[in-house]
C-alpha cells in the first residue's frame, strides 16, 4: 500500500539523549516536512525538505536536525539541544508540483523522563 | 503573517444534523487550502483539498468552500454520524516564496452524539 510511515510510534528518552525518528514514503513524492503537535498549540513546522540533499529550516527548528538522502526516507532526530522535546510528531510528503497536497504518517509520541 | 482561525474549538450535536464547521485565514494570496481529520492520538487524514482557483469540493458526504476575498473556507458535513466524531483541522499553503508550509489552524473538536 503507498503511504507514509513513522517509526517508532512511542519513544521514551532520557534528558541528554539524541533521538532519531524514522519517516519513510512510497507515494514519490519530492517533498517531505517533519511537524510538531502540541495541545492546544496546532502544528508547527520543524523542517522541510522540497527535493533530495536539501531541506529548510521552519519555524521551530532549533534543536532539531535532519538529512534528505533518499527521496524516500526524511528522518528526524531531535538533540539535547531541544529544550522542551516532549511532543507529538509528525511526518508529512506533498504532492507537489502537481495539487499540493499534502498526507500525513500516523506520527510518533516522544516523550522525555 | 498568515493566521488562520477555526470557530468554534468543540461542538457537540445529535447524530443526523448537518453541520458546518468554519476557517477563516488573514491573507488572502493562498495557493491552495486543505481539510484534514485528525482522530485522537493518530496522525491526519486529508478529506479535500480547494485550490486557490475553485469555489468548492465535494465528496460524500463532506463539501468545502472556498471565498479568497472575505478569506473563508467553511467544511458541510451532512447527515453527521458517531463515526465522524474527530477534530477538524483546516491549512492554508501560501502562494509566494514559502510555497512549501502549511498555516494549520488549531483545530474544530466535533463530537456527534448518538
Known amino acids: 500500500d503507498g503511504g507514509i510511515t513513522q517509526s517508532p510510534k512511542y519513544l521514551f528518552r532520557k534528558e541528554g539523549q539524541n533521538v532519531t525518528l524514522s519517516c519513510e514514503q512510497n507515494?514519490?513524492?519530492?517533498?517531505m516536512y517533519w511537524y510538531r503537535q502540541d495541545p492546544g498549540q496546532g502544528l508547527r513546522l520543524i523542517y522541510y525538505?522540497?527535493?533530495?540533499?536539501?531541506?529548510q529550516k521552519g519555524d521551530i527548528a532549533e534543536g532539531y536536525s535532519v538529512s534528505r538522502e533518499k527521496k524516500e526516507s526524511f528522518p528526524l532526530t531531535v538533540t539535547s539541544a531541544q529544550k522542551n522535546p516532549t511532543a507529538f510528531y509528525l511526518c508529512?510528503?506533498?504532492?507537489?508540483?502537481?495539487?499540493?497536497?499534502?498526507?500525513f504518517g500516523e506520527g510518533s509520541r516522544l516523550t522525555v523522563l | 503573517k498568515q493566521e488562520v482561525t477555526q470557530i468554534p474549538a468543540a461542538l457537540s450535536v445529535p447524530e443526523g444534523e448537518n453541520l458546518v464547521l468554519n476557517c477563516s485565514f488573514t491573507?488572502?494570496?493562498?495557493?491552495?487550502l486543505q481539510w484534514f481529520r485528525q482522530d485522537p492520538g493518530k496522525g491526519l487524514t486529508s478529506l479535500l483539498l480547494?485550490?486557490?482557483?475553485?469555489r468548492e469540493q465535494t465528496s460524500g458526504r463532506l463539501n468545502a468552500s472556498l471565498d479568497k476575498s472575505s478569506g473563508r473556507s467553511t467544511l458541510y458535513i451532512a447527515a453527521s454520524q458517531p463515526g465522524d466524531s474527530a477534530t477538524y483541522l483546516c491549512?492554508?499553503?501560501?502562494?509566494?516564496?514559502?510555497?512549501?508550509?502549511?498555516?494549520f489552524g488549531k483545530g474544530t473538536k466535533l463530537s456527534v452524539k448518538p
Open positions: 480547494i485550490q486557490s482557483s475553485q
Open positions: 507515494l514519490n513524492h519530492d517533498a
Open positions: 525538505s522540497q527535493i533530495v540533499n536539501d531541506f
Open positions: 491573507d488572502s494570496a493562498i495557493y491552495n
Open positions: 508529512a510528503s506533498g504532492d507537489r508540483p502537481n495539487t499540493g497536497e499534502l498526507f
Open positions: 491549512a492554508v499553503r501560501h502562494s509566494g516564496r514559502s510555497q512549501g508550509n502549511l498555516i
